[in-house]
C-alpha cells in the first residue's frame, strides 16, 4: 500500500451537501472522489508549473542548474536543442536590429532624411521592438 499522511480540511456545509449529492449519485465515497479529483488539480497544476519553468529555460533565463533545482530533474536534450536554436535565433534578430538602426544613423547625414527620421524614429522603433518580441 502506498504510504499515506492523513489531512483534514473544513468545508462550508453547502459543499458538503453537494458533495454528497455527488457521491450518492455517482455511487463513489466522497473520500475518493476528493482524491481522485484532488489528484486530477495536483498533476495539472504541476503539469503547468513545469511548463512554465520548461518556457523560461529555453528562451534562456534559467541555467540548466536552476531549473533542475526548481523541478527536479534536468532539462531533456530535444529542451537543450531547442534552447540553442532559440538562443541563436534571438542573437541572430539582435543583430539585424542593430544593422537597420546603424543604416537609420547614416541617414541621418542627409539633412533631407532627417526630418522624416525625427518626426518618425520612435514610432519606427517602437514598431521594430514589438515585431521583435513576436518572434
Known amino acids: 500500500m502506498e504510504d499515506t499522511e492523513q489531512f483534514n480540511i473544513r468545508l462550508s456545509k453547502a459543499l458538503l451537501y453537494d458533495l454528497e449529492f455527488i457521491s450518492q449519485h455517482l455511487k463513489i465515497s466522497r473520500n475518493d472522489w476528493i482524491r481522485l479529483n484532488l489528484a486530477k488539480i495536483i498533476i495539472s497544476t504541476k503539469e503547468e508549473i513545469i511548463a512554465k519553468f520548461e518556457e523560461k529555460y529555453v528562451n ?3 541555467t540548466d542548474k536552476e531549473f ?7 532539462p531533456t536534450n530535444g529542451m ?13 534578430g539582435g543583430k539585424k ?11 541621418l547625414k542627409d539633412e533631407s532624411k532627417k526630418i522624416y527620421f525625427d ?9 521594430i521592438a514589438n515585431e521583435q518580441r513576436r518572434k
Do not use: P, S
Open 80 to 92: 537543450k536543442e531547442l534552447r540553442e536554436k532559440t538562443l541563436r535565433y534571438k542573437e541572430e
Open 68 to 74: 533542475k533545482e526548481l523541478v527536479g530533474f534536468g
Open 119 to 127: 518626426k518618425h524614429m520612435k514610432k519606427v522603433i517602437k514598431k
Open 97 to 107: 536590429l542593430r544593422e537597420y538602426v546603424k543604416r537609420l544613423a547614416n541617414d
Open 60 to 62: 534562456g533565463l534559467l
